[in-house]
């Protein structure tokens, strides 16, 4: 008897390989999946332990952090600049940016003065950029507009007021 729950998350681990045969190889998973008995995600996930394990050792634990904090923000924020030519304003990932900069610039301090510093970074830089809590956008409301906004000069205040709203 196996758990729902583990059974939709490896049909929906399934669903995106088949989507994607050519990225994850999907005829030689399947062949190996018949003749071993094993789920075919069980070996992409074996994989991909493989893979970050060997990032972890030839970078540590900064370069998987950087690639954590990196990847899917990268890929929203393009998500978010293909609008077919119309100009957006996105204070999501705007400051997730921002704050990533900032963060990447006091982070020898940071690591060496906060215990656990990386595990701590991976759960804000996470709950920034989860679609779900978009921490960014909180970040933006309630300290870069009440802290940094009202320090700009008065005409480029007036232009980005009048950007947010377009």
């Known amino acids: 008897m196996t758990n729902p729950q583990i059974e939709r998350v490896l049909e929906s681990a399934d669903n995106l390989m088949a989507n994607n045969p050519v990225i994850f190889q999907y005829e030689k998973l399947s062949e ?5 008995g094993f789920n075919k995600v069980y070996f992409v ?3 991909a332990v493989v893979i970050l394990s060997a990032v972890f050792l ?3 634990a900064k370069l998987v952090t950087d690639l954590i904090s990196f990847l899917y923000p990268a890929y929203a924020s393009l ?4 609008t077919d030519g119309e ?6 990932w705007t400051t997730y940016w921002i704050v990533f900069t900032f963060i990447s610039i006091i982070e020898p301090v940071l690591s060496w003065i906060v215990p656990f510093y990386y595990v ?3 759960a804000f830089f996470g709950w920034m950029c989860h679609p779900k809590f978009q921490g960014a956008s909180f970040i933006h409301t309630h300290a870069i507009d009440p802290l940094v906004m009202r320090h700009l ?3 480029a205040k007036e232009e980005v007021i009048a950007k947010k709203a377009e």
């Open 45 to 47: 996930g074996a994989f």
């Open 79 to 82: 998500k978010a600049l293909d």
């Open 32 to 36: 190996l999946e018949k003749k071993s």
């Open 58 to 60: 030839v970078g540590g």
């Open 87 to 92: 100009a957006v304003h996105d204070p999501q």
């Open 153 to 155: 000069k008065s005409s």
């Open 120 to 122: 701590i970074k991976v």
